[in-house]
């Protein structure tokens, strides 16, 4: 496989080589995950779900419940309505959710399910317990990516339940502050729920996969994990003072869908992974009425002593970074911050704003770069070959051209395949940021003693 | 919750009740939480393998992310089947319709990768939204000159086994289109095998010891000149019978070439592969060249066969793969590894499948058909098995359990196949049941114990963990 991509890039309209994305319904089902004591239901065939759920488990290493409404060749020519009737009537017996999240695959999509249509009639039969909810998101697999899908999704919890609060404070006098955390890791929402509780607001994350994503071992199989925004916090979205939406792609639907509901006020901010990112998060929190107190500030402190500390190490390394448009931007910037150069730029997901983004945040590094959105890896790749980079930053589908190319490779990102750990150890935050950088200069310095003639080879670096 | 569904209840039964007469082989119930694939799956899963071939999978992105590069299915020559190669279908194409996408797309990948054939995976939209892939295909064939082959995989067609009647349609269509001259009367061809972790080598190097010449790899490091020809082999063998056999019914009936169904996984049933093999060609002297074989592999395996039984002893284990004549190979390996069966179930299987499995184990042994997360945690806690065996699914939810666990499906990383595959299996399973970490595992804690049997009474004790086994 590493041998079959040739240097020259020929323009290519029609063909997807090695993609830099997948499926919406996948980021719908993993959203969905993040509320408690959710079943997620995919309306299509068997094998989406069974693709999806695999892939899921993949990447964070547990169980991925999930139903689907099998369908068969005749939904495909009548329509799904019976599946979904019968298999919500099938989820409500069996397996008792609190609430299920259905989302709309390419084929259903076709051919025209209409599902607020279809739920209500389940509504109306009664197949839905009167205290059970139900909501959707159509996730159609031939648009957007599965960052979308997880967007649409995310935003399908604020429109079923955000509704106007007039009376702000509960839960103790904290304020609350509403935050859609992107497409993230569930160490990742831990960590900004550290973050913002160490600023003294009371943060409800939605979705929340942590505690379902990263369950701990109990010995049982536990159907509905302890972890996930639960109803009631969702049916409270409109107490706080504002919605944090973090990154562009995945989390801004959710935050204008709140505002739109409720009226509470959205800040639209880049995923908080590096020094600049999460000083503007923090920032934000403290507007919002948080405080930064010594604790962030010494936490700070540390991420930035440490890269003073290897600061001579990536300055002008040029690296090359890929995935997620809200990942790879904040990435982009954090390498940037630090010195090195991000050369190729590169996200499967569509939207003219990524390259846009990229542009502004590489200022005059930009005409030196390559920026691609809705972008393979094919194209990554040549890329590359005609411009060489020393450090490649992406997800596991990075390591072909990794071992291809020879670059040393740090994994950030989804899907991770072939490791373990990524979700338990956050990418966000100040730590998160501590933690890549102590990876890219590891990853670095490897191949520094790797290749080092036994004369230059050194103990102290 | 934990209830079999029951719309299910003749999807499961238990040996030695009586007639066991399972439904299968149905589209799983709307609303379950099917450990199911669909048509797609399983077109892809049998031809994925053929390393000089583009498979093109026309659809939305998703269904070609998911196949991409997730099996090791090795290739001792070209990769190009490791590439995802997709028409990435997007809304105006939904609307306006794909060929030209996928004419496009096919032109541009003959042209650079040269490739001896090229699969079109039709996916769930495609006959919707109203392609015409065979006549895409067609014309593209004709300008190339290389075989260009529709695979009808709609997802919504039905299960696995579905896709595997497509994808042999689509050999079908290959064989038969090469020379046969020079093959040789005692050749083979291999069909069901998908080279996981190199596991055709080791029996092809059995084969050319006992001076049985292979034609062709269906698919396992396939190359499509050998398919062409494969009409010319003396005898197919099918393994995995699930995906291949009717591929091999539809070759006997087309070209007259005899098949047997073969199972490499477990001593006896490698053995008896290799005997049948020799059998058919009656030939004296390839069969002592067999028994010499067989005789001089097992010799070689059998004490790690038993150093890991005397650890193994009196374990119980859950089966729950892909397909029935996998799951009875897996049954008669744990039987020689002292593994008793509590729970066994496939994916795929008939009715014929599984009456024989109902037969092999012992009294009491759970047999289901297409099962669910819920299903398989339940019988996994009342029947307190000590592993499972299974596939990526299934992994994480023993591992909830405190359960050990061998992969025996698409991400097993070491031969299972052959009788260095029994010794290499053995040791997988030791290695999972024996670890010492199960004993921080809660259910094995509260248990007092980290498995049924002496060796834990050790770790309960306190005993020194580093050899637990
Ligand atoms: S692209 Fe469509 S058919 Fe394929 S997995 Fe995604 S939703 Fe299912």
Redesign the interface.
Known sequence: ??D?T?TPVME????????A???Q??GALYAALGIHRC?P?SH????????????L??H??????????????G??VFGGQ???L??????FT???PDIVAVHT???SE??GDDIPQIVGEARRQEIIPASKHVIHANT????G?HVVGFANMAAAMAKAFATPIESKKRGGDRAQINIVPGFVDPSDMRELRRLAEATGLRPVLFPDTSGVMD?P???????YPDGGTTIEQLQNLGRAEATLGLGYWASRPAAVAVEDKSGVPRELLDLPIGISATDRFLQVLARRGGAIGADLEAERGRLVDLIVDVQQHLHGVKVAIFGDPDHVLALTEFCRDLGMHPVHVLTGTPGKRFVAEATRILGDKAPHSNIGGEKDL?LLHQWIKNEPVDLLLGNS?GK?IARAEDIPFVRVGWPILDRAGHSLLPTLGYAGAIRLVSRMTDALLDRRDRDAPDHEFELVM | MTEVLAARARQVARAGTGGVDLDCDRQSTSGSVSQRACTFCGSRVVLYPIADAIHLVHGPIGCAVYTWDIRGALSSGPELHRLSFSTDLRERHVVFGGERQLEESLDELIARHSPRAAFVYATCIVGVIGDDVDAVCRAVSERTGIPVIPVRSEGFQGSKRKGYDAACEALMSLVGTGDTAGIPRHSVNLLGDFNLAGEIWIIQEYLRRMGVTVVANLTGDGRVDDIRRAHGAGLNLVQCSGSTTRLAQQLRQAYGTPFQKVSYFGLDDMAAALYGIAEHFKDPEMLDRTRALVAEEIATVLPVIDECRADLEGKRAAIYVGGAFKAISLVKALRLLGVRTALVGSQTGTAEDYRYLAELCDPGTVIVDDSNPAELSQFMATEDVDLFIGGVKERPMAYKMGVAFCDHNHERKVPLEGFVGMANFAREVRASVCSPVWQFTPRRARAGRSGTTAHTGRAAAGAAIEVMC
């Not at chain 1, 964070?60 to 060749?73: C, G, K, Q, Y």
């Not at chain 1, 071992?217 to 159907?223: E, K, L, P, R």
């Open positions: 496989m590493l079959h040739p290519r309209t029609a063909l997807r080589i090695n993609p994305k997948t499926c319904p996948i079943l239901y299509g065939s068997q094998g989406c779900c069974s693709y999806h759920r695999s892939h488990t993949r964070f290493r547990e169980p991925v419940m999930a139903a689907t409404s099998s369908f068969t060749e939904a495909s019976p599946n979904l019968q298999g919500l009537a099938t989820v069996t397996y008792d695959t390419c084929l076709t051919i159609p697999s031939y648009s990516s369950a071992q109990t010995g049982h199989h536990q159907f094919f589908y072909h």
